[in-house]
């Protein structure tokens, strides 16, 4: 039975350990996918847990120098994790800017003072040996598996450095004896540790930014609960220990912590962080309740139906967190440089040394070790390894903040490139439920006589557009008293009897089989209802037409605004609807849709997508019911509203959870956000190596006589991530 499990991830610093633990998951026996997000530190696996367990899983990351945490964790207490893993590299990053400090100084402008070397060794061994020892312990666990990752850098770059410094102070004789001056470098090994700690302290600083949108989720949910025993007494309880067919009291202002149904109490709950609406819903006895909604002024008690992962919370938390750790195209690139870029680096560094050393004069030994060390340093695979997943990170989290639940990277990189987006029109153009616009009685008529007999013959009735008008007479405060005969004509409408009069309620037909003529004002209103897209209901007795009603689906208020801004934003509308071409014609008129089709079937929906991919135009669909999935699969980005069926959610990549359309050009612009994001990123992360390490080589050293410092090196590769996530950072600002 094949599962899918999230796990945190611990010893990864860079790209090039989240390619290797991707790796070892996915060539593991039974695992069908491995995605590893750097940015998040966690791991997504697929995995049939018939041939492999999570225990395995761990063992085969452990066997490659990182871990997997097994236990269930919160994000909570993976906040808890990580803020541990940020003190100590806090801490870690302090003193190792207190002890390379005086390297620095002596090092740079008193490097001839006494003892001056070793005073320098002194302050250099807390670095290399306290402060900096897990890069040369990741360095030698990568080594064991025959794997390189940006520690091996770090520990060879420090550790030449620093060794090649400890035999010259020890035994200066060995430099001077033969005419050259015996030069150390501590500062380099020092410094360059100080900084890259420093690089990795505010890269966590701003990742944690990321991961915003999940927390402010997991915020949503109660840590503690009132559970109510058989007696009736009231106990606080932690949220964990909650299961189904527990009765939980809920008070005034206080959040829903798990899905259920209530049993006593009647009271308003703001739902919009499921529904997007801002509206209160009442709940009254047999209500649904969700986990994260808000009680308003009203207490109630209700029976937990869906605790733990089961709740519909839970479901959008960890569906926005697979999108997280999803990996949109462009990544796929990235990982293949990453893999191999650390290799290429220490062979880069190899040839610099041996090119110095032989084209190098009198310092050729000094030049060949700073700008080999330099190579080392500078080259910075975390940058293209968080160029991709941190922008993603947080175009997806600031989409769940924006009722937009992206399933996959991939999608949200897709719709930037959309040229027509395709709307169903019931439910998802307009509200998806029949409201009468209006009752018109025929001259003379009394319509308080009448009214009650419409009432007793509707509610009797399980057509649809019936139970619009008995909401709408019941609203009115219209009472049916009246018992009498009901019967049902199939294609035509309804027949009843009461009182000894026969009355009809149904469409032209019903009136044609019964010979009953519309007058003309009537007819006047039949016309302007059926052209402002309302159905038409005729009411009549065995003589004439009492009256008829106007019963249309309303256009959401926000309809022809969405509309207007897709126009803008360069993106063509078109409208698919079963409904007839009166009333599809009508809803196009105010909206604006210019291009429509009327009484399609649900594989003509699908072939009209399809018609515009052969223009080479990319499509995004969006519906809310069934008869919408195909067309949904076909689509190159399906989008499907949070109100409607399982199936339509389940197909498509985008899920609006919320009525409001304005969330499509939204999500667009998001999407163009995120993309040109990316693209900044990878731009500046491989332009950065692509400048970086020719100039740590020395190319222009025979032109200009420069060479790049360590130090300088050092402090650049660290600054290029903070870059890169800073950036990524910026989409949270940007209005959508």
Known sequence: MEK???????????????????????????????????????????????????????????????????????????????????????????????????????????????????????????????????????????????????????????????????????????????????????????????????????????????????????????????????????????????????????????????????????????????????????????????????NQKGSFRFTAERVGNDTVLAHIIKMVQEAQGSKAPVQRLVDRIAGIFVPVIIGIAIITFVVWMWVGGGEAFTHALLTSITVLVIACPCALGLATPTAIMVGIGKGAENNILIKDAESLEELHKVGAVVLDKTGTITEGKPEVTGIYWNEGISAGIYMPVLLELESQSEHPLAGAVV??????????????????????????????????????????????????????????????GNTVVHFADEHKVLAVIGIADRIKPTSAEAVSRLKKMGVEVYMLTGDNAVTARAVADQTGIGKYQAEVMPSDKAEFVKSLQRQGIKVAMVGDGINDSQALAQSDVSMAMGRGSDIAIDVAKLTLITSDLNVIPKAIALSRQTTHAIRQNLFWAFIYNLIGIPLAAGVLYPCCGFLLNPMIAAAAMAFSSVSVVSNSLRIKAKKI
């Open 4 to 294: 899918r499990e999230t796990f945190y991830v611990t010893g990864m610093s860079c790209a090039g350990c989240a390619m290797s633990v991707e790796q070892v998951l996915s060539q593991s026996k039974g695992v069908k996918e491995a995605k590893v997000n750097f940015a998040a530190s966690m791991v997504m696996v697929e995995y049939d847990e018939s041939v492999v367990t999570p225990t395995d899983l761990q063992e085969a990351v452990q066997a490659a120098g990182y871990d997997l945490i097994l236990e269930e964790e919160t994000e909570s207490d993976i906040e808890i994790r990580q803020r541990k893993e940020y003190h100590k590299l806090r801490q870690n990053t302090i003193g190792a800017i207190v002890f390379s400090l005086p390297v620095f100084i002596i090092g740079m402008f008193f490097m001839h003072m006494p003892y001056g070397d070793w005073i320098m060794l002194i302050c250099t061994v807390p670095v290399i040996l306290v402060f900096g020892r897990h890069f040369y312990i990741n360095a030698w666990q990568q080594l064991r598996h025959g794997r390189a990752n940006m520690d091996t850098l770090v520990a060879v770059s420090t550790g030449i450095a620093f060794l090649f410094s400890l035999f010259t102070t020890i035994y200066p004789q060995y430099w001077t004896s033969r005419g050259l001056e015996a030069h150390v470098y501590y500062e380099a090994a020092a410094v360059i540790i100080a900084l890259i700690l420093l690089g990795r302290l505010l890269e966590s600083r701003a990742k944690a930014g990321t991961s915003a949108a999940i927390r402010k989720l997991m915020g949503l949910q109660p840590q503690t609960v009132i559970r109510v025993a058989d007696d009736g007494t009231e106990t606080e309880i932690p949220l964990k220990v909650i299961q189904e067919g527990d009765v939980l009291s809920v008070r005034p202002g206080e959040r829903i912590p798990v899905d259920g149904t209530i049993n006593t109490g009647v009271s308003f709950v703001d739902e919009s962080m499921i529904t997007g609406e801002p509206v209160p819903v009442e709940k009254v006895t047999g209500s649904k309740v969700f986990a994260g909604t808000v």
């Open 471 to 532: 909401t709408y007479l019941t609203e009115m405060g219209i009472t049916a008293g009246r018992d009498g005969s009901f019967e049902s004509i199939t294609g035509q409408g309804v027949r009843g009897r009461i009182a000894g009069k026969d009355y009809y309620i149904g469409n032209r037909r019903l009136l044609e089989a019964q010979s009953i003529v519309v007058s003309g004002e009537l007819q006047d209103w039949v016309q302007e209802l059926q052209l402002a």
